[in-house]
């Protein structure tokens, strides 16, 4: 049995990786739109409701739109905007943090992908609130790095373009007014009582992503070293397929020299660093914003969903 798949908004980025990810696989028939009715919401609602599986790669008005469109109580919708993330009818698409959201992504009809910030920061946030370690209103602060791959296809062309603004060259500061569209589910998955302060940096290079949080141990909810912080990510990512936690290397010491943002480029793959010193932990999640960040979670969402091993295409 071949399931049929439509992926409403194949020509952005996200939709275009989540395409390529399926090539060479049998379980699946690739449902389409023509071109000239890709808007049409007759015709989309028609293949929307054919469908096994419809995932919806739109700007958030639109998702809403084509979602509402789904009247076939089998078709199972993964939603990759930012529109249904924070809610609670919707699974989110993080695997990882627990048991309680596999069974979720497992056995509901609406998954909503994470972003590619959030699912760097609630990587991090999410296990160290359910230990205890980190109080719900801690003023938490995230510093991020990413590949220029995803602020889409415009941006993409902009980076790329023959004499471009020479300030595309330095890393660039966004988000100032502290309003970016992902702090709403990392506060909410994540368990925080109030929105962190984040700081976003575009770099000139294609895809990749880091996501930084420091702790100030003497504000935590106990006390705690930097090597009892890494064994709370490693006790929480045991066993896990895509989320991986390098050995602790001691207090001082670097996981490595540098940790550049790019090495998993084109992988599900994520990476949690625990460095620091006993009075400043600093944790890192590395990733790719295409992949774990973006179009690898939703594939991985939709293997779960389909109850095959969660890697298929993946590796």
């Not at 000239?36 to 919806?56: G, H, Q």
């Not at 609670?88 to 048991?99: C, H, I, N, V």
């Not at 973006?294 to 091993?309: E, K, P, R, T, Y």
Request: glycine content about 8%; charged content about 25%.
């Amino acid at each position: 049995m071949a399931y049929k798949i439509f992926i409403d908004g194949k020509e952005g980025t996200t939709g275009l990786k989540i395409y390529e990810r399926f090539s060479g696989r049998s379980d699946i028939e690739l449902l389409t739109i023509d071109e000239d009715k890709r808007k049409d919401p007759v015709e989309k609602a028609k293949i929307i409701n054919e469908s096994d599986f419809t995932f919806l790669c739109l700007p958030d008005a639109a998702a809403i739109e084509s979602a509402a469109l789904c009247k076939n109580p089998e078709t199972t919708i993964i939603d990759a905007s930012t529109a249904h993330r924070v809610n609670p009818d919707w699974a989110y698409g993080f695997p990882e943090l627990g048991k309680n959201f596999r069974e979720k992504i497992q056995k509901s009809r609406r998954i909503a992908v994470p972003g590619c910030y959030a699912s760097g920061s609630i990587a991090i946030l999410y296990p160290l609130v359910q230990s205890g370690i980190l109080p719900a209103d801690y003023p938490v602060l995230i510093h991020a790095v990413s590949g220029y791959s995803g602020a889409g296809k415009k941006a993409i062309a902009q980076y790329e373009a023959e004499g471009r603004d020479p300030s595309l060259k330095s890393p660039r500061l966004y988000a100032l007014t502290q309003q970016h569209k992902h702090l709403p589910e990392i506060k909410i998955i994540s368990g925080l009582a109030y929105e962190p302060i984040f700081t976003p940096y575009v770099c000139d290079y294609f895809q990749g992503m880091t996501v930084t949080v420091g702790l100030h141990t003497r504000l935590l909810a106990k006390k705690v070293s930097a090597k009892d912080v890494w064994e709370t990510f490693a006790r929480h990512y045991e066993g896990c397929n895509f989320v991986k936690v390098p050995a602790f290397m001691g207090e001082g010491c670097l996981p490595e020299p540098f940790i550049p943002a790019n090495t998993l480029a084109n992988t599900n793959e994520m990476q949690i660093f625990v460095y620091g010193n006993d009075d400043r932990i600093v944790i890192t999640s590395r990733f790719d914003n295409l992949g774990k960040g973006a179009s690898g979670a939703a594939v991985q969402c939709l293997n779960i969903s389909m109850g095959i091993d969660e890697r298929t295409s993946l590796i």
